[in-house]
C-alpha cells in the first residue's frame, strides 16, 4: 500500500503561482511513476504531470511552459510548481502514484482557484 498526502493548493489571482506538494510513504519501492491530475467541476479527471525515473516528465498541452513537475527522492515527495496560473486551471489537483502490478493509489485531493 501507498499513502499519498497532498498540501499546498488555495486561492490565487491570475498570473500568480502555487506549488502541490505530494507526500509519499509505505510501499515506496514499489512505485513506477508520479503525476498529478486535476478535475474540474463537470469535466473528466486529466494528467496534468508526470514524471517517472529516468525519463523525461510529461506535461498536458494547456500547462507546457508553465508548470514544472519534480521529485525529491530523498523526502519521496513530488513537487508541482505552477507559475503563470489561469482561471481554466482552477480543479481540484490530485496526486497519483503508480506502482508495480497495475496498482494505482491517489491523494485525497487539493483545491486550487484561480481568480480573474
Known amino acids: 500500500q501507498v499513502q499519498l498526502v497532498e498540501s499546498g493548493g488555495g486561492l490565487v489571482q491570475a498570473g500568480g503561482s502555487l506549488r502541490l506538494s505530494c507526500a509519499a510513504s509505505?510501499?515506496?519501492?514499489?512505485?513506477?511513476?508520479m503525476g498529478w491530475y486535476r478535475q474540474a467541476p463537470g469535466k473528466q479527471r486529466e494528467l496534468v504531470a508526470a514524471?517517472?525515473?529516468?525519463?523525461?516528465?510529461n506535461y498536458a498541452d494547456s500547462v507546457k511552459g508553465r508548470f514544472t513537475i519534480s521529485r525529491d527522492g530523498a523526502k519521496n515527495t513530488v513537487y508541482l510548481q505552477m507559475n503563470s496560473l489561469k482561471p481554466e486551471d482552477t480543479a481540484v489537483y490530485y496526486c497519483?502514484?503508480?506502482?508495480?502490478?497495475?496498482?494505482?493509489?491517489w491523494g485525497q485531493g487539493t483545491q486550487v482557484t484561480v481568480s480573474s
Open positions: 497519483n502514484a503508480a506502482a508495480i502490478g497495475w496498482r494505482d493509489y
Open positions: 509505505g510501499s515506496i519501492f514499489s512505485i513506477n511513476a
Open positions: 514524471i517517472t525515473s529516468g525519463t523525461n516528465p
